[in-house]
């Protein structure tokens, strides 16, 4: 028999997405790593949002339980690790993408530059195509094994 914790709370896919994924930390850790090239604790934590460091250790922690990023020793500090999005992980990039729209539209204090924001609206697969060729680029670099690529298919 199955632990409760290994069971949804719900047969609805909204609500266990937000199981894994729906607090604002996890989000800004994974838009950090997908986004900003951060993969240290120390670049995320001093990422500009302030959060405390053991709540980055608990949601890292929890986002590594759930596959969504995994971490390697630093190569020059192993007692350091340097974190990084799974195959799971860059399958958020679509919700993530759409989440940059919404809150340009409808947040108020949204400070993308048009420059910046335009590639998002108008040319997301391109977009998308570029994020996951700069997160391939890094993992050639620190990974022996590159993380598998993430089939990007066109949302309506």
Not at 12 to 38: H, Q
Not at 77 to 83: A, M
Not at 102 to 116: L, Q
Request: with cysteine; proline share 6%.
């Amino acid at each position: 028999m199955p632990k409760q914790s290994d069971c949804p709370r719900s047969g609805c896919p909204i609500t266990n997405a937000l199981e894994v994924v729906g607090d604002r930390w996890s989000l800004i850790i994974i838009r950090d790593l997908m986004f900003f090239n951060r993969h240290e604790f120390r670049e995320l934590r001093d990422a500009g949002e302030g959060i405390a460091t053991n709540i980055l250790t608990d949601r890292l922690r929890s986002l590594a339980a759930a596959g969504i990023i995994d971490h390697i020793p630093h190569p020059t500090n192993r007692t350091k690790k340097i974190y990084f999005l799974t195959d799971r992980g860059k399958s958020l990039l679509p919700l993530m993408r759409e989440m940059i729209l919404w809150g340009d539209e409808h947040c108020d204090g949204s400070m993308v530059p048009p420059e910046r924001i335009e590639p998002v609206r108008e040319h997301g697969i391109e977009f998308m195509a570029g994020v996951m060729a700069t997160l391939t680029e890094w993992e050639k670099e620190y990974l022996v094994t590159p993380v598998k690529s993430v089939e990007l298919r066109r949302h309506t």
